[in-house]
Structures are given as C-alpha cells and as structure tokens.
C-alpha cells in the first residue's frame, strides 16, 4: 500500500470517527434532555457534514479512480438514528453528488447503488446493533465489505459492459476499497458501543451508589429510632410492675416523653432533610424568623445560663420556607449554648452585604478541630449524648435548597462561628 493511500485512509477515519467521538462527548448521555427533535438534527447535520468531507476528500487509487467513505456516515445514521435522517443525509449527499457533475450514466449509477445500500443496510439493521457488542462488530464489518463489494462489482459490469479489461490492479484496488469500508464501518460501530457500554456501566454504578447510601442511610435511621423506643419501653415495663412509688413513677414518665420527643425529632429531621424541595418557599424577612426561634429557644438559654444577643439589621429579605429557616436557626442556636456547658453568650449577628444576607451565629463554647468541622453535616455525626447528630445535616441541607452557604470558622476552647451566606432579594420586591 502507498503512502498516499495510507494517509488518505487515516484522514477519512479521522473525518468519519471525530465527528461520531464529539457527537457522544457533548450529547450522547444528554439526548434525554435535549429532545428528540434536535438530536435527530443534529445527527443530520453531523452525519451530512462527514458524508460532504468523504466526498471532497476521495481515495484516489490511480487515474480515473475515485472511491471515497460517503456510505460509512449513511450506514451509521441509520443504524443508530433510524430511517428520517438518514433521508435527509442521503438527500444532501445526493445533492452535492449532482452538484459534482459527471456524466448520467455515472450520476445514475451512484443514486441506484445509493438507493441499494440503504436498503441494504436497512435490512441489516437488527442483526447489528441488536447483538453482544463483538457480534454487532462482525454484523457491521462484514456489511461495510458488503458495502463496500456493490460499488466494486458495478465498476466491473461498466466496465465489461464498454470493453474496457479489468485487470488485477483494479481488482485489487476494489478488494482494498472493500476492506478499507468494512474497516471503518467496524470501527465506527465499535466507538459507538463501547461509548454506550461505558454510559451503561457509569449509569449502573451510579445507581448502585444512590442504592449504598440509601440503605447505610436507612439502616442508619433504623437503629438511631430504636434506641429512645428501646428505652421509652423500658422505663414503661418498670412502672407496670406493682408497688412503684409515685415520684418514681413521675420520673420514668418525664423520662419516657423525653424519649419519645427524641424519636420524633429524629423523624421530623429526617423528613426535613427528605423532602426539602416540596416546602413552599416564599419572600420572608429573616429578622423576624430568627427573632420567632430565639423566642422559642429562650427557656432553654436560661436553663443553660447562656445570655443571647442580637445584632439585626432591618428587612433581611429572603426567599425561603418559613419553618424549615426556624427550624435552622434553632439547631444552630441549640449548638452553640450546648457549646458552652458552663453558660456564656451567644450572638447573633445578621447583616446585608453586597446581594447576600449574611447570619452569623458565634459561641465562645468548646469549638471544633478540623477534622470535626469536616464531619459536621454527617448523618447522625454527634458527640452529644443526647444529641441526634441530625440538626447539621438538615441545616446543611436547607440551606443548600435556597442556595446559600454555611461556613465554618472554629477554634477547640475557643468558640465557633457559623456564617449563613443567603442570596438576598430587595427590600422593594418584599410586601
Ligand atoms: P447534635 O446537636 O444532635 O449532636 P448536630 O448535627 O446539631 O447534632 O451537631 C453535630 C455535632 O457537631 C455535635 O454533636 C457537636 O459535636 C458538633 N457541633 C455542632 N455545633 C457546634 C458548636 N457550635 N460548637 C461545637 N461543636 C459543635
Ligand atoms: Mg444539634
């Protein structure tokens, strides 16, 4: 083989195969969502595109012979996309053909061999793509010397038919022609497989992770809302039994609700974290939602002898739900005093900066080392005894929903600082 043939073979493959590679790379897992519609046309405008460059750029065997890969992109439209834009790249292909010129006879020739070929390939079709992926391989090689063998034979009936003699150079040109098309053909069909084979197995393990977390997130659960049952049902079997006194009696009961509000908590936290997506999100002024959990957490601040102090500036408009947001500065707020066993003060400072609404929530409590800060946010990730390690990973979550970020700053002995950075809404879109 020459090296002009060589080098032509090599650029009609790069012609066919970088188009088929960029096609997968950019839409491929995305036909979904980019419709019907507009990846049938961008199929045809693909596949018209590499049909035109095989045609510009034909094997040129010796004088008078031109043989170009034109039926390669044709085969692969329709075996991947099906019949309609096959059409339409068989239409332009044709039109460039006439376009090209030549004599009726040749302009004929090629619009019946056309015309075969598709059907051929139509016909073809379920024995190619339908296999394991070396079968649809083989299916597809020998279709393209198939494919390849047509143009051939019909060369040497013209040529019988004018007189002229086929000699065994033109035989073997044609041979190679025949190979060079099963060639590509197989290729292309093997790029495309093993392109969808990788999309199967990333899609398969993906679907196995969510499948992992799901269940440790299950099993998780499980047993954090058996241990309170566990318990709860314990304190109860001990009041069933005769000739409990009635203080006892008294402090298993509180013991039991305890208990049983620890479960439930877990619940709500996990239907918080769950379903976040489903609450209603509307325009609210965080002021007054932060102001509602302090009122609702102050009790627990005295008990624990921890002052609270505010620092809020006006209409910290933003757009979120109302008792998810609550239900977050409470969990940050319930931290920050168990932060501080000995009491101590917790601020809360909220501002308005750039196009954000800035929280701050800063204790002088026990802190955190960096690793602890990593984990903060894990399912059921708590040093607390009676703690549920649900509060941070809900936070984390809803905040997430309405776009804003939590970040972190935290020194062990020191105190913590958590900073809520919510994207803001003006003041005069707020009613
Ligand atoms: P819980 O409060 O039920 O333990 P959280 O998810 O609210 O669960 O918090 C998880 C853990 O993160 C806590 O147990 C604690 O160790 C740590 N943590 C959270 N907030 C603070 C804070 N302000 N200061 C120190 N440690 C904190
Ligand atoms: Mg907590």
Same mark, same amino acid.
């Given at each position: ?98 376009? %090209? ?21 139509? +016909? ?104 309170? %049952? ?144 990593? +984990? ?56």
């Amino acid at each position: 083989m020459s090296l002009d043939v060589i080098n032509q073979l090599l650029l009609n493959m790069l012609i066919i195969i970088t188009p088929v590679l960029l096609y997968q790379l950019f839409w491929g897992d995305r036909c979904h969502q980019i419709g019907a519609k507009i990846n049938r046309r961008i199929i045809v405008i693909l596949g018209s595109l590499i049909a035109v460059l095989c045609m510009v750029y034909p094997f040129r065997f010796s004088d008078g012979f031109l043989y170009d890969l034109r039926m390669v992109p044709l085969a692969a439209c329709i075996l991947y996309a099906g019949i309609v834009p096959s059409l339409w790249v068989a239409a332009v292909m044709i039109c460039y053909r006439l376009f %090209l010129g030549g004599s009726f006879t040749a302009l004929s020739l090629s619009l019946v061999l056309t015309g075969i070929l598709m059907v051929l390939l139509w +016909r073809s079709k379920p024995y190619i793509v339908t296999g394991s992926r070396s079968r649809n391989v083989t299916a597809a090689a020998i279709t393209g010397l198939l494919i390849g063998l047509l143009p051939a034979v019909s060369s040497c009936i013209t040529f019988w038919w004018i007189g002229e003699p086929i000699t065994m150079r033109i035989v073997g040109y044609f041979g190679l022609y025949s190979l060079i098309t099963a060639f590509t053909l197989g290729m292309v069909v093997y790029v495309v497989e093993q392109i969808k084979l990788n999309s199967r197995q990333r899609n398969q393990s993906q679907q196995a992770d969510k499948m992992n977390v799901l269940s440790d997130l299950a099993a998780s659960f499980a047993h954090e809302i058996r241990n309170p %049952l566990t318990v709860a049902r314990g304190f109860v079997q001990i009041m069933k039994q005769p000739g409990i006194q009635d203080d006892k009696k008294a402090l298993y009961t509180n013991m039991v609700l305890e208990e049983i509000d620890k479960a439930q908590s877990i619940v709500t936290d996990y239907l918080s974290f769950a379903k976040p997506h489903l609450e209603a999100i509307e325009l609210v002024d965080a002021k007054q939602l932060i102001q509602q959990a302090l009122s609702s957490i102050e009790p627990y601040a005295k008990l624990c002898r921890v002052d609270v102090e505010t620092q809020l500036d006006d209409k910290l408009i933003i757009s979120a739900n109302r008792d998810k947001f609550v239900q977050c500065m409470i969990h940050l707020c319930k931290n920050g005093i168990e932060a501080m066993p000995s009491g101590g003060k917790l601020q809360i400072i909220g501002t308005v900066q750039n196009r954000s609404v800035c929280i701050d929530i800063i204790d002088h409590g026990v802190g955190m080392t960096p690793d602890e800060i990593r +984990r903060l946010g894990t399912p059921f990730y708590s040093t607390r005894d009676k703690g549920t390690g649900l509060g941070m990973m809900v936070t984390y979550r809803v905040i997430q929903t309405i776009h804003g970020k939590i970040d972190v700053t935290s020194e062990v002995g020191k105190g913590t600082c958590f900073s809520l950075l919510i994207p803001t809404l003006h003041a005069t879109s707020y009613h």
